[in-house]
Each structure stands twice: as structure tokens, then as C-alpha cells.
């Protein structure tokens, strides 16, 4: 058996979406987690990286202030060190430069709270209620120098209900994305890109 790929998700809050990928990464599944990484050191998501026994780092993008180049190259260093073969995005809420999505071209993947193409960018379900739109979802994708516009590796569809609010639609997509990412990771780390369509 070849060694596992090893992944760094990189988070900026609560990392819901890094422990479901954390967690499916055991027993036979073709990688492991080697790092999170975030731009906020109160990331509620590091502690939770560091209960489950995985390395955690913080890049404050703080003190960089515009300068975004600077930035990611302390965030290379920080990965550098940690030698991961893909990178995960989850909720991590700064935009890449294309220096930045080049580097990692083909090896970083997203996951964002609505089924692109449709709400690229924030306020997703609120969008999808404004537009009266009956389904909503979330997608992972990789990541090119385009926002939310890499190429598709998997959707997972809810039904928007009557009386949805922005925070009970985001509530139930975000039961999907916990499926969805882990399910997408394991096909790409096993060097499949088909879309994994659920439910
Ligand atoms: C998720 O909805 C993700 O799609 C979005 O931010 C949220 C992150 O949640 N971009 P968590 O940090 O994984 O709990």
C-alpha cells in the first residue's frame, strides 16, 4: 500500500467541517490529516484540531494588513514544515491570490454553502431564499484563481422549506456539507475526480 496523502485544512471559525474530515481519516482511507492551519488564532476549530491530536498553527493575517502576497508566504513556511500533498479550504475565509491558487493547482480543494455556479462569494442562503429558489446546497470544488469558480467535485441538494430563515437553510445545508466533504476527500485522495453527487 502506498503512504497516505497528507492534508492541512485550513479554517478561520468553528471548523465543523474540518472535524468531519478529520475524523473520516482513519482505518483505510487513503489520507491523513497532518495540520490545521488558520488566520485566526481563537479559532474555536484550533482547539478542536488539538483535542483530536492533530498539529495546529496560526497565521494571523492581521498584521499583514493589505499586503495578501506576505501573508500567504507565511502561510507557505507554516505548510512548507508540514509537507501536505492536498490542501483542504474549510470556512477559511480570506481569498487567495493566483500566486497563492497556482502553487497549490490541482491539489487544494472548498467547500462552499450553495450549488455553484449559482451565489459565488458570501450571504449564500440568503440569496437562495431572496430568489425563491426550492433547492439549496452546498459544493466542493477545487480551487482555482477564480472565486468559487474551480471545477466541481461534488453537490449534496436540500429543499428550501416554507418558513426557512438564512440560519435554518445554512443549518441544514451544513448537515449535507459534513457528508459531502468527507466523501469528496476520500474519491480525490485516491486520485478519482468524478463529482460526488449526493443525497
Ligand atoms: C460552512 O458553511 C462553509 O461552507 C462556509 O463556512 C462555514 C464553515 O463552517 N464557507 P465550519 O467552520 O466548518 O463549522
Not at 105 to 134: C, Q, W
Request: glycine fraction near 8%; charged fraction near 20%; proline fraction near 8%.
Amino acid at each position: 500500500m502506498t503512504d497516505p496523502k497528507r492534508v492541512a485544512i485550513l479554517i478561520s471559525g468553528s471548523g465543523s467541517n474540518m472535524v468531519a474530515l478529520a475524523e473520516s481519516m482513519t482505518g483505510d482511507h487513503p489520507a491523513r490529516p497532518v495540520l490545521v492551519l488558520s488566520n485566526d488564532p481563537g479559532a474555536k476549530g484550533l482547539d478542536r484540531a488539538r483535542a483530536m491530536g492533530i498539529p495546529v498553527a496560526a497565521v494571523d493575517h492581521r498584521p499583514f494588513g493589505k499586503d495578501r502576497a506576505a501573508f500567504e508566504a507565511a502561510l507557505m513556511d507554516r505548510l512548507a514544515e508540514a509537507r501536505p500533498d492536498i490542501l483542504c479550504l474549510a470556512g477559511f475565509m480570506r481569498v487567495l491570490t493566483p500566486g497563492f491558487t497556482e502553487a497549490w493547482a490541482g491539489r487544494m480543494l472548498n467547500i462552499h454553502p450553495s450549488l455553484l455556479p449559482n451565489y459565488r462569494g458570501l450571504h449564500t442562503h440568503a440569496r437562495a431564499l431572496e430568489a425563491g429558489d426550492a433547492e439549496a446546497g452546498c459544493t466542493v470544488h477545487e480551487v482555482t484563481a477564480e472565486l468559487d469558480g474551480g471545477p466541481i467535485l461534488g453537490q449534496a441538494r436540500v429543499p428550501v422549506l416554507p418558513d426557512d430563515t438564512a440560519d435554518t437553510l445554512a443549518a441544514r445545508v451544513l448537515v449535507q456539507e459534513h457528508m459531502l466533504y468527507p466523501a469528496v476527500l476520500r474519491r480525490f485522495a485516491a486520485g478519482d475526480r468524478t463529482p460526488v453527487l449526493l443525497p
